[in-house]
């Protein structure tokens, strides 16, 4: 039932395109996917019988990594170049989630293949980021992408945390909406903290994003 609900999930969001959130359906699915894997265990529901939750978790990143924006994009008759940025930029943000997400639950390995894996979508991520702040068209599109850039620049250095303050702080004065400052308060007061890993960072139930 679960597996239907998923898939009936990205059905109805494929058909409408949401500004806020124009990532592609096989990566929304990732997302998913990585929130469901996460769920099981933490409250230690991982079904028996099946592959360990490392070699599902390592199948879903090789899926994630492996996604292809230039052959998503080739159905996109507008504005394919801004598609193409976005899902470029998606993916990047949707590798990080799932690694840091994933090892703060001790479900991956910190080795380090994952952390060379880590460092260059960091890289592409921020480099798009900053592509995307140039754009009337994509700017206001990447609040989720700059919330994990946000978390990932706890470590990232102080000028990784300005762009994602202004770019959080930008779209909210463009949108005129509250979410993006909300986002910046989490942020900010993770970066000022001892504190480490996603569920330290995102440690209580947050709407950050419509």
């Not at 060379?116 to 592509?131: G, M």
């Amino acid at each position: 039932m679960a597996s239907v609900m998923v898939f009936l999930y990205a059905d109805l969001y494929g058909t409408g395109y949401y500004p806020c959130l124009p990532c592609p359906n096989d990566l929304l699915l990732g997302i998913i996917s990585i929130n469901r894997l996460r769920h099981l265990v933490a409250t230690e529901a991982w079904p028996a019988n099946t592959e360990s939750p490392q070699t599902a978790a390592e199948q879903l990143l090789d899926a994630i990594i492996e996604f292809s924006p230039e052959s998503w994009v080739e159905e996109k008759t507008e504005m394919a170049e801004e598609f193409l940025h976005m899902a470029k930029t998606y993916q990047s943000a949707v590798v990080l989630y799932a690694l840091s997400s994933l090892q703060h639950l001790s479900v991956l390995p910190s080795s380090g293949g994952w952390k060379a894996v880590k460092t260059i979508h960091c890289r592409r991520l921020i480099s798009l980021l900053d592509a995307a702040a140039e754009s009337r068209v994509m700017r206001d599109c990447v609040i989720w992408p700059l919330i994990v850039a946000g978390f990932e620049a706890k470590d990232g250095g102080a000028a990784d945390r300005m762009r994602v303050v202004a770019g959080l702080s930008g779209i909210s004065r463009a949108l005129g909406v509250y979410l993006p400052l909300a986002a910046v308060a989490v942020l900010e007061d993770y970066w000022m903290s001892a504190r480490g890993g996603w569920d330290e960072c995102f440690d209580k139930p947050y709407a950050l994003i419509t």
